[in-house]
DNA sequence: CTGAAAGCGCTTACAG
DNA sequence: CTGAAAGCGCTTACAG
């Protein structure tokens, strides 16, 4: 310790802390900390006491678009209020989410983000909510971006049923009327919303989507491709195929692509999420615009600041259809 | 405490741990650390000597693919040896980074692997190496990849040189003689050693690569987008555009389609990592490709194994030259 | 196998 | 402003 080094004791801790130390016995702390490329324990740190700087982010996946977009939004706001942050990816495993949020917890992290769909397993919850409110209980900070019927915290939602269902609209506007649908697990409430805006709106138009055009895979691009590929197989009978996910949606062009088929010209295509590279596809994806970046603001803003009304906060965040090139008109 | 709560002491510990105790006491233990949803605090065990399960990774920015796929592969083997990982991203602030390895370093993580290319400057190369060694000396372990002439650890090198010069080959072989470069900033070794290979493997072959026709722009696609830019406002006499990621190369896709220009009618466009996304692009990219989720899964291995040798360790990983459809033949 | 005790490295009231 | 002391919550030799 710098102590040795010096001969004060723990006005070191005071000197390093930037409390009110004569500013020689200052000084030679400071110097003799430098010398020693001393860094204080973190641990003992905590342990005595001092709050920590660094937040805690879970997401399902980092390697994907959208929520390396939303843990953008996150770090800028981290950033202006000079906390640092540390994400993790569960890979949609339960059982790792919880072992992160454990993590976190026994660390003390300040606060702790979960950002993505949650699943719909009564074990989990249950799990899951054993973790958080020990930790509420002793003043950590907990916020959520979609999800969570049963975890009481403050959240930030895309309003991901609305968004399909506007999606619905615009495409039957454009003349649409047979679907298809790329759909993720549905153990993730944003599948759960997501397919049940699309269907029920187009159920609201008199148009039913056939159970067997809805097609189950992994929410990657690779799920997308083997979809897409699997609807093929059977023989597609739509005009326009709405995926779940842009990075689905990606896929989907590949899978098309591979089968010499063009969009829109053969098949439409439409995603959702407006991930900053489906403006750079050709064509570029027709989709539901949320406000990514934004939406990890708001939740890092929602962790920073007070709660002081009595129930958990909920922003809402709206998805807006953005019709670009990969949807086709079609005569009615 | 659990300890409270039954009769027994710090027994309670090794009933936790999984040390041999009588069945009987375990289950009381076990029984009342579920009850009270208990969570061993982890600073207080990092104190008294426990180690951590928790590997720190620093990269440039986690919203970036070529990061992002890194970063999956560490933790494919991360998961693999039963690890968590915590990922940072320090938008390239030579000072975050070192605040990042600070804070990890201070936490006692059991490893801290940098991801991304070096900072040629010799201010923060003393402040990191004062951070690192004594995190090395603690028992700390430590591996990168890319970077740091000057960080004496165990290192994952991507071919710079050696691939870009390869495309310079490809490219000369495809007949093209007039070449611009969209490249990064100058202060990261990454930037220098693909720049420095390029230029030389065609000055071997005869041909100069004009410092005017060489526009430098952040490591980003918004960065290719206005280098592209910035070209072609100076009267773009290149019939082929390297850039020096194949994040620029997107940037510059969209400039030249904004122009109404295209790839690779009126200009072949080539990249540099294969980063996945590109295979997806309209026309698919020509590209360096690296094994990203190998170069991820590497280091990981790295700072797993045991250095045995009395040097630090070098692990290169060549990349390949894969030639698609945006770069054209030209008639010589 | 199981207690009682010391110690991990800090911070923070408490006196001075 | 600055010491001396207690305590944060665990783990781990050390006896028993």
Redesign the pocket.
């Known amino acids: 310790?710098?102590?040795a080094a010096d001969?004060?004791?723990?006005?070191?801790?005071?000197?390093?802390?930037g409390?009110?130390?004569?500013p020689?016995?200052?000084d030679r702390v400071l110097a003799a900390a430098a010398q020693l490329a001393?860094?204080?324990?973190a641990?003992?740190?905590a342990?005595?006491?001092?709050?920590h700087r660094t937040v805690g982010v879970i997401c399902h996946d980092v390697t994907d678009p959208y929520f390396a977009a939303i843990a953008g939004g996150v770090m800028r706001i981290a950033g202006a209020n000079d906390l640092l942050v540390m994400l993790a990816s569960t890979f949609r495993d339960p059982e790792r989410e919880i072992a992160y949020v454990s993590m976190l917890r026994a660390e003390r992290a300040p606060a702790i983000l979960l950002i993505g769909s949650g699943f719909e397993d009564a074990r989990w919850e249950r799990a899951m909510e054993a973790e958080l409110k020990p930790y509420l209980d002793g003043g950590g900070r907990v916020a959520v971006v979609s999800r969570h019927r049963s975890l009481k915290v403050d959240s930030v939602l895309p309003e991901n049923r609305a968004g399909a269902a506007a999606m619905a609209r615009a495409l039957l506007e454009l003349g649409h009327r047979r679907f298809a649908v790329l759909s993720g697990p549905h153990a993730l409430t944003t599948v759960i919303d997501r397919l049940g805006g699309f269907r029920d709106e187009l159920a609201a138009a008199g148009v039913t989507l056939d159970p067997a055009h809805v097609v189950e895979g992994p929410f990657t691009r690779d799920g997308g491709y083997q979809a897409m590929t699997e609807l093929l197989d059977r023989g597609l009978d739509a005009t326009c195929v709405f995926a779940l996910t842009d990075v689905m949606a990606i896929g989907a062009y590949a899978a098309l692509r591979d089968r010499g088929l063009s969009v829109p010209g053969d098949v439409s295509v439409a995603g959702f999420d407006d991930i900053p590279i489906v403006r750079d596809l050709t064509p570029p994806l027709t989709t539901v615009a949320l406000p990514l970046r934004e939406l990890g603001e708001k939740v890092m803003e929602l962790a920073l600041t007070e709660n002081t009304t009595r129930r958990r906060r909920i922003v809402r965040m709206t998805g807006e259809v953005v019709v670009r090139a990969s949807t086709a008109k079609v005569g009615v």
Chains 1, 2 share one sequence.
């Open positions: 310790m710098a102590r001969v004060s004791l723990a006005t070191a801790s005071r000197a390093l802390n409390m009110r130390v004569t020689q016995l200052r001393y860094t204080p324990n641990h003992a740190r342990l005595a006491g001092a709050s």
